[in-house]
């Protein structure tokens, strides 16, 4: 990646440039049939992986801390596999068991079907959002008398817990893992056509470990609507922007994308 005196990309540059190279901000999947090998072999692009962000556990000694006894609640929010892995690590490291009476709200299917890892879901009360956060609320909604903890990173976004604050309910956030930038200095002469992004905290990698980045004539991708933000408030060009009506995926708004600047095949 070059590096020159500003973030900002040169809007007179021609942006509608085929596409022969993506770097997806994330670990590989593991499965090698996945939509992004669909995608290289469609449109002969080549498709490489680098996350941009590490999650590092909170240890023992810090989460104590907190002062939070995990058995005051009758309910865990988890929204996402990184919180339902480090809430569990935590009960092992306090060697408290969860009773069969706990209730689990999880903010997609995804994350519910993650907890058979580490528990019975058919003995276990769950309940499951849609997709989102503001689908998870929904539910929330519906069982304001229960005490909740919120296992979380040190960056996450803020509906659930602004519900929790503005609607009275009894709740308690934990942080019990931090996400941090990786290093990515073996990108430094490493150029893609496109960048796709799905955090704002992957977009704030790339600046910190290259603060003089120029955008040029490389696309940049986001997904949702907090990643697209951090794309236009860091100053950059946000040119592919998932999900999309006709597009609900990475994958799909790529596809999309690369349709109308490479040839068909």
């Known amino acids: 990646m070059s590096k020159v005196a500003s973030n900002a990309a040169d809007p007179t540059v021609n942006r509608a440039k085929k596409v022969s190279s993506i770097l997806i901000t994330q670990s590989r999947p593991p499965e090698a049939n996945n939509p992004y090998a669909t995608l290289e072999n469609k449109f002969d692009v080549k498709v490489d992986f680098r996350s941009f962000i590490e999650v590092q ?11 939070i006894n995990i058995l005051d609640y009758t309910a865990i929010v988890l929204t996402s596999k990184h919180a339902v892995d480090h809430f569990f690590r935590i ?22 079907n993650y907890l058979q890892k ?10 499951v959002g849609a997709k989102s956060a503001q689908d998870l609320i929904e539910v929330l909604k519906k069982h304001k008398t229960e005490k909740y903890l919120f296992p979380c990173s040190n960056i996450r976004t803020p509906e659930i817990p602004d519900f929790f604050e503005k609607n009275s309910y009894t709740w308690k956030e934990s942080v019990m893992y931090q996400t941090v930038h990786s290093d990515l200095s073996d990108l430094k002469e490493v150029k893609y056509d496109v960048l796709a992004f799905f955090s704002p905290s992957g ?5 910190t470990n290259f603060p003089d980045f120029e955008q040029n004539g490389t696309r940049i ?3 949702g609507p907090t990643t697209a933000k951090a794309v236009i408030d860091a100053g950059l060009l946000l ?3 998932a999900p999309m ?6 994958t799909g708004a790529l596809e999309v994308y690369i349709q109308q600047v490479n040839k068909a095949k």
């Open 57 to 67: 556990g909170v240890e023992g000694k810090e989460f104590r801390k907190q002062k």
């Open 91 to 112: 009960c092992k490291e306090m060697k408290q068991e969860m009773p069969a009476e706990m209730k689990y709200f999880c903010v997609s299917e995804g994350t519910a």
């Open 118 to 127: 580490y528990i019975t879901i058919r003995k276990r009360k769950l309940f």
């Open 203 to 207: 977009v704030d990698s790339l600046l």
């Open 221 to 223: 991708a986001a997904f």
């Open 239 to 241: 040119d592919i922007q």
């Open 245 to 250: 009506p006709n597009a609900p995926s990475m």
